[in-house]
Every structure is written in C-alpha cells, then in structure tokens.
C-alpha cells in the first residue's frame, strides 16, 4: 500500500478513535484533516531532505506523514538533540531543513548546503519518499540509514481491522521501533495512546487506566517495571494486555517471567530488528520463548562464523554515511552473535560487547543469565574495565531489594556454581537502578 492509499484509509474510518493524547481522543478524521492542511502548508517547501525534531504528537504525526506525502525524504530526531552542535553532522548527510515541533508549533532552521551522499543522489531519482533513521551513536557520530518508505511500509497488513487493538507509543520518535508500532496501529485502525512521560509510575497508570493490549517494550524496561512494582505496589498486574513483544536486546529467561508474571493473559513474543532492518517477522520457540525462529517466507537468514546475516524486502537501501554492511548477495552483516539451535536461534548480544579476559571471550548476557538467577537480585548489567595483565575483567551493577554489601561475596560464590572462574565479576557493585539509554536499552 502506498502513502496516499493509507492516507485515504483514516478518511473512510471517520469518527473512530486513532490516537488518545493527554487524554484526548483524536479521531481518524482529524488526523486525516490535519494531514491535509499541512499538505497545503507544505507544497511550495524546496527542501528535499528535512529533520523533523519532536516527540509524538498529532502534529508531529500528520506533519510526518504530509512530507512523506509529498515525496520529501524525512530523518525524525529528538526534542534534545543539540541542533547548534550538529548542524555540521545533519548538513554532512545532505539535510536541508530542521523542522521543530513543540507545543504544536513549528520552527524551521535551514542547513548549509554540502555534497549530497551519492546514495541520497541516486534515491532522490526515485522520487519516492524516504525515511532516515539514525543509530543510537554510542561509538561515534550515528549512522544514518536510509529507507524507501513505500517499501517500507509493505511490511503492515492493511487487510486487517483491529478498532480494539491499544497500544502506547514506548519507545521515541526517533526510534525506528517506535515507528514501526506506530504505522502497525495506523494500518490496523488501532488507537495509538501517546506519553507525556516515560517514567515507570506513569507507564504503570497508562496500562491500568487505558486498557492496553499490546505492549512492545524493551527487557530492561520490564526489569524497571520490577523494580517499581517491587517497591511501591505489590502484586500488580495488568489483564488487559493480550500481546507483549520483546525487542531491541537480548531476552533473559527472567524478562519471560517477569511478563508472565505481571501480564498474566498476554502471549510473550521475542522479536529482532535493528536500525538497519526494522523489526523482522519471527516466531517464538514455545517450548523455549528465549530462542527465535524467523519466518521464512518473509525473511532469510545465515549464520556465519557465529555471526547473524539476514535479508528482507523490508531492510534499510543503505547508509548516508558510512559503508555498506551487506554481502555481495544482498546480505546484512548484523555483528550479532547467536546460539543455534535445531534451526532455531538464540541472540547473544553484539560481538564488540564480548569481554576479553586474557584472551578467552567472555558473553555479558551469559552472565547476567546466571546472577539473575539468584532470588534476590531484580536486574543486573555486566560490562568490562580494563586490567593490565588480563587486558579485561567481568564487573557488574546489581539491583536488589535484599542484599547488602556483605552480601557480595556470597553473590561471586553463587555464580562460580555455574560459571568458571574468569567468568565470575570480579567487582560486583549494589546500584538502585541500571543505567539505561534513551530507548531503555542497558549502557555497557
């Protein structure tokens, strides 16, 4: 289906709901309405290429999908990106605008003109609309991928209608995630309920007074929610949830009961993707909901040298702004190791979290598997510091509701039941909460 058909699609719903703001209802209608009067706005723009600056909003959403309308290349980006320091990096990539959205108000902001990427060049050719997403940037300036977004959108099933499905938009504007669960709602006639905050005790009041059904959330976003129903609200749980999916991170054996615990009507599916693919289609193994099957009637997969490679109608053309990750045969490198398994996959993690202890590589998530095990620890993060004669050693951040620091040592012999010595923190560290990034995804 192509922009224009979708578009069509909010005028023949009418008066039904599409997304609840602030505890606004705002109907297909409208937003087919306000799509429309920012078309009009919109016409005589020059700009090919434009970042688009906000959080979700109806405006931010119908001001989206109007550029999109128009064949305009769109990059969405954070409220708090820190334009006047980036304006070089955005002009590098061959943007021409920065639009603002706050309050329901624009500002626009032109960027200096430079080289366009040949990429960009070849694509604007095309005349379709585009759709540029940046990666999370947590080794250097983000990369930035570029999508044909009516190939893109292909991925949604427009057959169905779903008035009844109710999600909230998790994760940001800017997250590739966040939009694939926004145009899935947008597709289906569900109502998207977006967040004035990401907080857990404001996520826990939009789940109980909004009778959610989906909910697509991070591992660690789940152990928060632990946490805090921990402390402050025993025994919570939310029946209205029929669906929760389980991205962006590996999934640990405690995240699935962590969801069976506090969703207990829900169906736990673990899905990947990545800013260069989108969440793929897969099946979740039922008899072992930590390991994955593709669907391979959409998507293909390989693994080589321990090594994730996988292809998709629906994967990114390339990036702006650095090399090309794919194979000579259409293949994206991911860097993701995995465990197969009687043609089942397991993720491990990225290959550049691997810890090197004197030369054995060491995998963060086995060991979090392992201290999560213990009964009184809510969530862990395991990373690697530097040491002189080893090169690296094991540490860890624990969160938990019962142990002290005398606790400790009790916690390192626990875990050298399961794991051989160099494996085991040599530093283990109490914290309230582990560090998260923006898109509550642990900082390593």
């Not at 329901?104 to 200096?112: D, P």
């Not at 990947?272 to 930590?290: A, D, F, H, M, Q």
């Amino acid at each position: 289906m192509h922009i224009e058909s979708l578009i069509r699609e909010f005028r023949k719903r009418g008066t039904r709901e599409s997304l609840l703001e602030a505890g606004k209802r705002v109907s297909h209608i409208d937003l087919y309405e306000s799509i429309q009067k920012n078309i009009e706005k919109l016409k005589s723009l020059d700009a090919r290429f434009i970042f688009l600056s906000s959080d979700y909003s109806k405006e931010s959403i119908s001001f989206l999908l109007a550029l999109l309308s128009l064949n305009k290349v769109v990059c969405p980006i954070p409220p708090d990106f820190m334009l006047d320091e980036q304006f070089d990096y955005l002009g590098s990539l061959g943007g021409d605008l920065v639009v603002t959205i706050q309050e329901g108000e624009e500002s626009f902001f032109s960027i200096e003109k430079r080289e366009i990427p040949p990429i960009l060049n070849t694509f604007y050719e095309s005349k379709k609309p585009g759709l540029v997403v940046l990666t999370s940037g947590s080794s250097g300036s983000p990369k930035a991928a570029l999508y044909d977004f009516e190939s893109w959108l292909g991925r949604f099933d427009f057959e169905q209608d779903r008035p009844d499905s109710r999600s909230p938009l998790f994760l940001k504007f800017n997250h590739l995630g966040g939009l694939q669960t926004l145009f899935s709602q947008l597709s289906c006639g569900g109502v998207s309920v977006l967040l004035k905050s990401r907080r857990p005790e404001e996520i826990i009041k939009l789940l109980l007074d909004n009778e959610i059904t989906f909910l697509p959330v991070t591992p660690s976003f789940l152990s928060v929610l632990d946490y805090h129903i921990s402390h402050f609200t025993k025994g919570l749980t939310f029946s209205s949830v029929s669906l929760v999916t389980l991205g962006a991170e590996p999934v640990h054996e405690k995240s699935i009961k962590n969801v069976h615990q506090y969703f207990p009507n829900a169906k736990v599916i673990q899905t990947y993707g990545l800013t260069e693919t989108g969440t793929l289609k897969t099946k979740t193994v039922k008899n072992n909901p930590s390991y994955l099957d593709f669907d391979c009637d959409v998507n293909q997969y390989r693994v080589v040298e321990g090594r994730l490679e996988v292809k998709s109608p629906y994967m990114m053309i390339g990036f702006l702004n650095a090399e090309s990750p794919f194979s000579d045969d259409g293949f994206l490198k991911t860097g993701d190791s995995v465990e197969l398994k009687d043609k089942t996959l397991r993720i491990i993690g990225r290959m550049e979290d691997r810890i090197n202890v004197g030369g054995e590589k060491v995998s963060p998530l086995e060991i979090e598997e392992v201290i999560l095990m213990h009964p009184m620890v809510i969530d862990a993060v395991v990373f690697a510091k530097p040491h002189d004669m080893l090169g690296q050693v094991v540490c860890a951040e624990v969160v938990s509701t019962a142990l002290t620091e005398k606790d400790l040592s009790g916690l390192k012999t626990f875990c050298l039941q399961y794991l051989e010595k160099y494996k085991v923190p040599v530093n283990i560290e109490l914290v309230e909460k582990i560090a998260l990034s923006n898109n509550f995804k642990k900082k390593r």
